[in-house]
Structure formats: C-alpha cells, structure tokens
C-alpha cells in the first residue's frame, strides 16, 4: 500500500510540474518548430529528438538575429554573408551585444566572455562564452558528405545513409556491474568500442497528397549495442532467442531494429512490420541522442522495439493522434506467449515554443507480462540559447510466470541545452529513478550527466561527458548485485554520419 501512494504521488507530482509549464506561454517569437523536430543531412528523423536537430537551425537563427541589426551596429560590413573564422580571434567589447540597461555586465577585459542574462528577448540569458577558448574555434559545418551523394546523386525517392560511432568510458554505468551483462549501453569499460555501425534504407509515402502512397524502412545494426537492440523479446527469454541472437560473435553482434511496410497520405501514416518504440525520449540510434550514455529510466522502464501496426493520424498543424497493436515489447515477427498490447499516444505543439507528447502499451507486454506503461515528455525552447525538457515514466507490470518478476519503477528526467554557437552545445540530464529491478523492492538511484558536442563538421560529431550516479541504498544495492553502484564515470565517442 505504501508503495502504490509513492507511486501515485511521483505520477501527480509529473503531471502538476508539466501542467505549471505548459500553462506558461513563452513569449520568444521563435520558428514553429522547436529544434528537437528538425532533421537534416538525409539522415532518419524520429519522432523524438535527433542529434542534428541540436545544430539544425543555428544557422537560420544567426541570419535572422543580424537581419535585425541597426545600420549602426553593421560598421563592419554585411555580417550576414561574412565567412565564418575558423581560428580563436582576440575577443573584444562589441556594440552588438543587447543592452539590458545599467546593470547589463560588460564583456570582460581579459575573457572577452560578457553575459547578458536578463534580456527579455531572444538572447535570454546569453552566457557570452562563444568568444572564449575553445569554443571561439569553430568552423561553419557546411553539407555533409554522404553515401547517397557519392553513388546515387540524382535518385530522391529512396534514401540510404549510416553513420558509425565508437567511444570509450572508464566504468559500468548502473545498473550494470559486469563486463557484457547487457544490463546498460555502458557495459564494455575502458575498451575503445564501436559501439554502432549503422546503415539504413528508406522510401517514405508521398505526405503531400490525399491519395494513398507507400514506402518501406530498413536499418541494420552491428557493434557492442546490437545485442541489446535485438528482438531480444521473442519466444524463448530469457535464453537465447531471436534470429538476430544467432548472429553475435563475442561481445559484438548483429540487429535488425527496424524492417516495415510504410503506407501513407498527408493525414495518416501507418507502419506494418518491425519499428522502434515511441515511448520515452531518449532513442536506440546514436543520432537521436545528446548524450553518449542513456538514462536508467529509458533502459530499464522502456520498451525498444515492436512488432505489429502503428498508425499516426495528423488532425491539424499542432495534434497528432497515434494508435496501434504490437505483439508486446522488444519482439522481432514474433510473439512471446500471449503478448497482445494497445500501443498508443498523441503529440500536441501548445505553442510556438512547447511541446508535449504522451505515449502508452497496455495489455500483455510479452516478456515483461501484463501491465502498463506510459511516458510525458514536455518540451520548452526557451531562447535561441536555452532549451529544457521534461519527462516522467511510469511502468507497473505482473509477470505472467513469476511474481518475483513484476516490475514497478517511475521518476522523472530534466535535460538542459544551452547552444553555444554553430559548433558547440552544452546540455545536462539530472535523473531521479525509483525502481524494483535489483532485489525486488523499490529503491531510489539518480544521476547526473553533463558535457558538450563538438560538431567538428558537417559529418562528425564528438559528445564527451562526466556522468554522476549515486543510491542512497547504495550498500543493499551492491550487496544484491555484487558491484559498485555509486561511481563517477567518464565517457567519450566520436560519431560519424555518411
């Protein structure tokens, strides 16, 4: 009984913070569509966020700020077609910063890195760093080079494209705590890793026309990630099982995360066939995080992959209605026992500036048992600078076999951005996550992550980070688990698109 007034009371507590932000309407006049929606260079876009989306419209949003310019402020010649340096020029005290009246601070004399935190416009709380070291070396990324552009330059109705990404991180990120116990991302430490070599094919229905058109979508996985992208759901867990489990070779395998039928017109979109889930934030592709590691919350209290029908009904410009039926979660053309769940949710743009999308399984989740699921995710672009998102998760399952096995976990997620200039990003993930997977009763973990991205080009990316986990049970928990929980972690990949 305790634990369901937790639970209810962590569900309130996510609802009431989203509703306090939403009702907020932000009064930056920014594009449409938030950051988090945009994709480039032909690569996938998710119906979450994308790594691109972070870098996407820099470049519109720097013309627009220096359109705005007064003739006084422009001395220096038309800075809007000016090449960009790719070199640490000295800084200095511009004219074009805002003014924020007398209590504006000056750009220092020795850092050449003002801020003007305060601005009421779209420079909120410009931090002033772009002058400073190393985030003055920058280089405008320019087009991308990619696999499509090399072999088949005039063909626009398929797509195809990958990227590879291999990094390296000094521990087990929790809740693992041994070498390939496929129990996180992070469970190969201190190797260099390739963690994903990806390659992927598309051609997507005609969504500007009433009539009906189809299209198709593969993606092919092999690195240290497979074997927790693979369908590992279907018949058989938690032995081996699965086509895809047949093809591991050590630590590293093979995974066919998605492969489905795509039929649609400018209002519906429907999926038939292998997809990814639309629960949660955070995604399996490399290119659809900030971020190298993952959260517990997406790990642990999220499905990965489906099998079954998922249609998408666009009512207007801000509501999307989803719906669909799946043969539980993380099967591939498979059914583990009865699995048998309602897959289903709805994105709403409330503004300009605010996102916010609700997405649920119901029913029989195969391997996880019979249960519910949902996640909110709340999405504020606060600035040209700032941009904060919310999610909180809720998972209660009663497993089929075993009440040893039924799951509850819940908690909440908050991720920061702060755009540096065309180059760099800052962003930060502070987690609370309640959850039973250890020893059968409910403990609390956190982290914290925070680091940058280094867009080098147009191609390749680097995504360094300090990541912070701790337990306030952490001596139960490694008792239990027979590993260190809490630790500091450092992580870096290098990750490149083609």
């Not at 390296?168 to 390739?194: A, R």
């Not at 593969?218 to 058989?236: E, I, P, R």
């Not at 039973?436 to 191609?459: C, L, Q, W």
Request: aromatic letters at 16%; charged letters at 20%; proline letters at 4%.
């Amino acid at each position: 009984m305790k634990s369901f007034f937790t639970m209810c009371a962590a569900i309130g507590a996510g609802l009431v913070v989203t509703s306090f932000a939403l009702a907020a309407d932000v009064q930056y006049d920014l594009a449409a569509d938030a950051p988090q929606s945009v994709a480039n260079n032909n690569q996938p876009t998710y119906t979450r966020g994308t790594l691109t989306a972070y870098f996407a419209d820099t470049d519109k949003k720097d013309d627009v700020k220096k359109d705005n310019k007064s003739a006084e402020e422009s001395t220096n010649g038309d800075m809007t077609n000016a090449p960009a340096s790719c070199g640490c020029e000295a800084p200095s005290c511009s004219s074009e910063a805002p003014s924020c009246g007398n209590e504006a601070p000056e750009c220092g004399s020795e850092t050449g890195c003002g801020s003007t935190c305060g601005c009421c416009n779209d420079d909120w709380c410009d931090l002033g760093i772009d002058n400073c070291w190393p985030f003055c070396c920058c280089c405008k990324p320019g087009d991308p080079c990619t696999l499509q552009k090399c072999l088949t330059p005039c063909c626009n109705d398929v797509t195809y494209g990958g990227w590879i990404g291999t990094g390296f991180y000094t521990n087990n990120d929790p809740l693992s705590f041994h070498n390939g116990d496929l129990l996180s991302f992070w469970d190969h430490p201190n190797d260099l890793n390739l963690d994903q070599a990806w390659l992927w094919l598309e051609r997507k229905p005609n969504s500007k026309s009433c009539c009906w058109d189809w299209g198709y979508r593969f993606d092919l996985l092999y690195g240290v990630d497979a074997q927790k992208t693979q369908a590992f759901g279907n018949s058989g867990f938690p032995n081996a099982q699965g086509y895809d489990n047949s093809w591991d070779n050590g630590s590293y395998g093979w995974a066919l995360p998605q492969a489905y039928i795509d039929l649609g017109n400018d209002k519906w979109d429907v999926k038939i066939g292998h997809f990814f889930t639309l629960v949660g934030y955070e995604v399996i592709p490399e290119t659809g995080n900030f971020f190298y590691s993952h959260s517990y919350t997406m790990f642990n209290s999220e499905p990965f992959t489906h099998t079954g029908v998922l249609a998408t009904y666009k009512v207007d410009d801000k509501l999307s209605v989803m719906g669909g039926w799946v043969l539980g979660w993380d099967t591939g053309f498979d059914q583990f026992g009865n699995g048998n769940a309602v897959h289903s949710g709805f994105t709403y743009q409330a503004s300009k500036n605010a996102k916010y999308s609700y997405m649920m399984t119901g029913g029989d989740l195969g391997w996880r048992g019979d249960g519910y699921s949902h996640s909110i995710v709340a999405d504020f672009t606060l600035s040209r600078r700032w941009e904060y998102v919310f999610q909180s998760d809720l998972l209660d399952t009663s497993s089929n076999s075993n009440a040893t096995f039924d799951g509850l976990s819940y908690g909440t997620n908050n991720y920061l951005f702060y755009t540096i200039n065309d180059c760099w990003k800052w962003g930060t993930r502070a987690e609370w996550w309640k959850g039973n997977n250890v020893d059968g009763r409910m403990h609390s973990f956190y982290e914290i992550a925070t680091g940058p991205n280094y867009k080098y080009n147009a191609n390749l990316t680097i995504r360094p980070e300090i990541k912070f986990n701790w337990c306030p049970a952490e001596q139960t928990v490694e008792n239990a688990a027979g590993g260190q929980f809490s630790n500091v972690i450092f992580g870096m990949d290098a990750l490149y698109t083609f």
